[in-house]
């Protein structure tokens, strides 16, 4: 059987830098890993698995953060909740956690002495393709929260469930009266935006009021072009306003309230997330927990049994949210 030394022979590198090739180590260069790999399977070359012991592991973890060029965006979720849930998946192992903002010119190995990676996280944003290609040409485990991606581990949300316990509970609170209702958006739409317009629209049809896309589906362009006129001619036309997020729906109950339109009695509002800004929000928002910490803790360990135990990963995990009901829409009992 061939060994390290016998592929370092053939492709003219130390035994030392032939370990580190193998393993995906940063100190070696893309095309000295590349023929050192070709040697290895052309001698036959087998790789020994050494499991790890789980509570003396040490894995170094790579978290990656979305760029927001709006402040605002940062309101979306507990980051102490994403940071406790991974480090709660991973245990007994210990980790090394580093943070990195993500972006179109991301680059998961910027240096060679960086020290290498076990995993990366992609938290609340989609990675571009190039780096997913890089990672999994180098065998790094994955995986992606918040987000539903073909071909990639992910956590994500249950956001259909949600949404159809968001609907329920507006309609059992009308109590017989009409429900006219409205989906609010913004219009830098991405695949969360578009599930839980999907869930919404399925939620309604399923209860005999299929909407009108073209009707009942408004955009803004941005948070800051939710004015009051724009939501009060809103609240004209519709008597229920659900939001595609908490943020979306705090800056509409400001402008209802500066419009004198009552919330709920004029105007039913609803979000979804569960976001730090809610308690901020007047009256209190009725939305669904989004479980960060729950899709951290899933992530963690799914990824320490890959690592340590070379157990495959789910394609998604599904979590479902729980609602909580606020005093933005009428009360079910």
């Given at each position: 059987?061939?060994?390290i030394?016998?592929i370092?022979a053939e492709a003219?590198?130390?035994?030392?830098?032939?370990?580190?090739?193998?393993?995906?180590s940063?100190l070696v260069s893309?095309?000295?890993r590349?023929r050192?790999?070709k040697?290895?399977?052309?001698l036959?070359?087998?790789?020994?698995?050494?499991?790890?012991?789980?509570?003396?592991?040490?894995?170094?973890?790579r978290?990656?953060l979305?760029?927001?060029?709006?402040?605002?965006?940062?309101?979306?979720?507990?980051f102490?909740?994403?940071?406790?849930?991974?480090?709660?998946g991973?245990?007994?192992?210990?980790c090394?956690?580093?943070?990195?903002?993500g972006?179109?010119n991301?680059?998961?190995?910027?240096?060679?002495?960086?020290?290498?990676t076990?995993?990366?996280i992609?938290?609340?944003h989609?990675p571009d393709?190039s780096?997913?290609?890089?990672?999994?040409?180098?065998?790094?485990?994955?995986?992606?929260?918040?987000?539903?991606l073909?071909?990639?581990p992910?956590?994500?949300?249950?956001y259909?469930?949600?949404?159809?316990?968001l609907?329920?509970?507006?309609?059992?609170?009308?109590?017989?009266?009409?429900?006219?209702?409205?989906?609010?958006?913004?219009?830098s739409?991405?695949?969360?935006?578009r599930?839980?317009?999907?869930?919404?629209?399925k939620?309604?049809?399923?209860r005999g009021?299929?909407?009108?896309?073209?009707?009942?589906?408004?955009?803004?362009?941005?948070?800051?072009?939710?004015?009051?006129a724009?939501?009060?001619?809103l609240?004209?036309q519709?008597?229920v306003?659900?939001?595609v997020?908490?943020?979306?729906?705090?800056?509409?109950?400001?402008?209802?309230?500066?419009?004198?339109?009552?919330?709920?009695?004029?105007c039913?509002?609803?979000?979804?997330?569960?976001?730090?800004?809610?308690?901020?929000?007047?009256?209190?928002?009725?939305?669904?927990?989004?479980?960060?910490?729950?899709?951290?803790?899933q992530a963690?360990?799914?990824?320490?049994?890959?690592?340590?135990?070379?157990?495959p990963?789910p394609?998604c995990?599904r979590?479902?949210?729980?609602l909580?009901?606020?005093?933005s829409?009428f009360?079910?009992?």
């Amino acid at each position: 059987m061939a060994t390290i030394y016998d592929i370092a022979a053939e492709a003219g590198v130390s035994a030392s830098t032939v370990s580190r090739a193998l393993k995906g180590s940063r100190l070696v260069s893309d095309d000295v890993r590349e023929r050192v790999e070709k040697v290895a399977r052309e001698l036959g070359f087998e790789r020994r698995t050494v499991r790890r012991h789980r509570g003396r592991a040490i894995l170094s973890v790579r978290l990656v953060l979305p760029h927001h060029d709006n402040p605002e965006r940062a309101l979306f979720y507990d980051f102490e909740q994403l940071i406790i849930g991974l480090r709660e998946g991973l245990a007994p192992s210990s980790c090394n956690l580093i943070c990195d903002t993500g972006g179109e010119n991301y680059d998961p190995f910027p240096h060679k002495k960086g020290g290498d990676t076990d995993a990366f996280i992609f938290a609340f944003h989609e990675p571009d393709a190039s780096v997913l290609a890089t990672l999994k040409k180098r065998s790094i485990p994955v995986v992606v929260l918040n987000r539903n991606l073909t071909g990639v581990p992910c956590v994500t949300s249950d956001y259909a469930s949600g949404m159809g316990d968001l609907v329920e509970h507006v309609i059992t609170g009308a109590k017989g009266k009409e429900i006219k209702a409205a989906f609010i958006g913004i219009e830098s739409a991405n695949v969360v935006f578009r599930e839980r317009l999907e869930g919404w629209t399925k939620a309604l049809a399923a209860r005999g009021l299929a909407p009108d896309h073209e009707k009942q589906v408004a955009y803004f362009e941005n948070f800051k072009s939710i004015d009051t006129a724009s939501v009060k001619k809103l609240a004209a036309q519709f008597n229920v306003l659900f939001c595609v997020n908490d943020l979306v729906a705090t800056a509409v109950l400001a402008e209802l309230a500066r419009a004198g339109i009552s919330v709920p009695e004029q105007c039913q509002v609803t979000g979804f997330d569960d976001s730090p800004v809610r308690g901020l929000a007047r009256p209190l928002l009725t939305t669904v927990k989004m479980p960060v910490h729950e899709f951290a803790f899933q992530a963690g360990r799914e990824l320490a049994n890959r690592i340590i135990e070379s157990t495959p990963m789910p394609q998604c995990i599904r979590i479902t949210g729980l609602l909580l009901p606020g005093q933005s829409t009428f009360p079910t009992s």
